[in-house]
């Protein structure tokens, strides 16, 4: 059974300001961890993915998370967050051969002007 | 590339109604998901297809649920007796295997 565990339900930051949403898992074998966004009233859309290689995976607008084996985690970060990247975060796992995704319970992040 | 796509986008049925909902995966994709979102319990997996064959219904609701992909270019979700509870947004998504899933705009599904 695979697991995710998003901690903060709510993160709230100033425009310019860095930011980090967590993402923790639990899963026995290999794995694929993914994260998703959501503005409000729309559907999720897709950030970025590891599977495997460099733990550090780049993705759009500026996003990039690091998956860290010894930490179960696969945390998302931002340098310098926009009032546009306000939405909802979803982490996800997939796991071994079995193609459906476990989301989390989201995060969603405040941006401030 | 219109992306996946669900219609109807918002349904309103009567308690104890059928809904029936549909999906059109992105042309190629071999596998196609449902999930419900509500915002208790945010996203709940409930079943996918692989080549329009079914692999996993674990998240299903046995008794009023079904879902079915009669060819590869589409997928319905159909709720029987509809009740309050099963008022959620439902989405479909497709991906090619172990790349990013797509997921449609969802169904907004209300029980009155």
């Known amino acids: 059974t695979q697991t995710v565990s998003q901690s903060d339900a709510h993160v709230t930051v100033f425009e310019g300001d860095s930011v980090e949403l967590r993402c923790n898992y639990s899963?026995?074998?290999?794995?694929?961890l993914s994260w998703y966004i959501q503005h409000h009233g729309r559907g999720l859309q897709f950030l970025l993915k590891?599977?495997?290689?460099?733990?550090v995976v780049q993705g759009v607008n500026g996003f990039k998370a690091e998956f860290s084996k010894s930490d179960s985690s696969f945390h998302l970060r931002k340098a310098s967050v926009h009032w546009s990247d306000s939405a909802v975060y979803f982490c996800?796992?997939?796991?071994?051969?079995?193609?459906?995704?476990?989301f989390g319970k989201g995060t969603k992040l405040s941006v401030k002007s | 590339n219109a992306g996946v796509i669900q219609t109807p986008r918002h349904k309103v049925t009567g308690k104890g109604q059928e809904a029936t909902l549909w999906c059109e995966p992105i042309?190629?994709?071999?596998?196609v998901f449902w999930y419900r979102q509500t915002i208790v319990q945010g996203l709940e997996f409930l079943t996918y297809?692989?080549?329009?064959?079914?692999?996993?219904d674990s998240g299903m609701p046995k008794e009023r649920f079904s879902a079915q992909m009669p060819n590869q270019s589409h997928s319905t979700l159909k709720i029987q007796s509809t009740q309050p509870q099963d008022s959620a947004v439902y989405l479909c998504?497709?991906?090619?295997?172990?790349?990013?899933?797509?997921f449609g705009k969802g169904t907004r599904l209300t029980v009155v």
């Open positions: 998504a497709s991906s090619v295997q172990n790349t990013e899933v797509f």
């Open positions: 899963y026995g074998g290999s794995i694929y």
């Open positions: 590891y599977y495997s290689g460099n733990p």
């Open positions: 996800a796992v997939t796991g071994g051969s079995n193609a459906k995704l476990t």
């Open positions: 042309s190629g994709h071999s596998a």
């Open positions: 297809f692989r080549n329009q064959a079914p692999i996993d």
